[in-house]
């Protein structure tokens, strides 16, 4: 497809269950970034990839969250022992190379997954 | 103290009204600056972007830096119903980081 695209649209997960959330991104783009968007709230920054890499994980809250994109192009998020608190949208979004590579910092997002731990 | 404080509103303005939205922030390091918009259920898009301070202009759209007072904003001319949306502030700071800081988004409703 011609945009960012992140599968399930939705999860509902009982807590301490284990939840994965995939994205696409555009083809050619090198960078990928994981946000969560809590309800009222902007965007947070969680991990940042580029290629199969991840340079910047700072924005992990623990380490029940761990991301992988093993070959450059899909990413997986994973969350160990949700959290009701874990209850968010999250945001995957890419771009062509990236701040430090010379990007202006448009990232496209996909439509997000909205994960809700009951 | 948050890096990036915005009004959440909401602001509900009548069509064809100038609307302004701003964000402050913090961090002397933020020299990319971006406007994202974000519809109901979907992921933001980027409106604007500008590097370090000044004026930047596209179409109904403006945006305006002022890094001495640390202060952002976006004025939208006539503004159209399908501008009703969250207007999300972003910042990035110098030396490649790639983490963009939002703000927490305002809710503009523009009545037809």
């Known amino acids: 497809g011609a945009g960012v695209s992140q599968t399930p649209s939705n999860k509902v997960t009982e807590k301490g269950k284990y939840v994965e959330l995939r994205c696409d991104p555009i083809?050619?783009?090198?960078?990928l970034y994981w946000y969560r968007q809590s309800l009222g709230q902007g965007p947070e920054f969680l991990i940042y990839?580029?290629?199969?890499?991840?340079?910047?994980d700072s924005g992990l809250p623990n380490d029940r969250f761990f991301a992988v994109r093993p070959e450059g192009s899909v990413s997986t998020l994973k969350i160990q022992r949700t959290e009701r608190g874990d209850s968010a949208v999250y945001l995957c979004?890419?771009?062509?190379?990236?701040?430090?590579?010379?990007?202006?910092?448009?990232?496209?997002f996909g439509e997000g997954s909205r994960l809700t731990v009951l | 103290q948050k890096e990036v404080e915005q009004d959440p509103g909401p602001l509900s303005v009548p069509e064809g009204a100038i609307v302004s939205l701003n964000c402050t922030y913090s961090n002397s390091a933020f020299q990319y600056f971006m406007w994202y918009r974000q519809y109901s259920r979907k992921g933001p898009e980027l409106l604007m972007y500008?590097?370090?301070?000044g004026n930047k202009e596209d179409g109904r759209f403006t945006a305006q830096v002022d890094k001495s007072s640390k202060y952002i904003s976006l004025f939208i001319r006539d503004s159209q119903p399908s501008d009703s949306a969250t207007y999300l502030c972003a910042m990035s700071a110098q030396g490649g980081s790639e983490k963009l800081v939002f703000g927490k988004g305002t809710k503009l409703t523009v009545n037809p």
């Open positions: 979004a890419s771009s062509l190379m990236g701040l430090a590579g010379g990007g202006t910092g448009e990232l496209f």
């Open positions: 500008t590097y370090s301070s």
């Open positions: 990839f580029q290629g199969t890499g991840a340079a910047d």
């Open positions: 083809s050619g783009h090198t960078a």
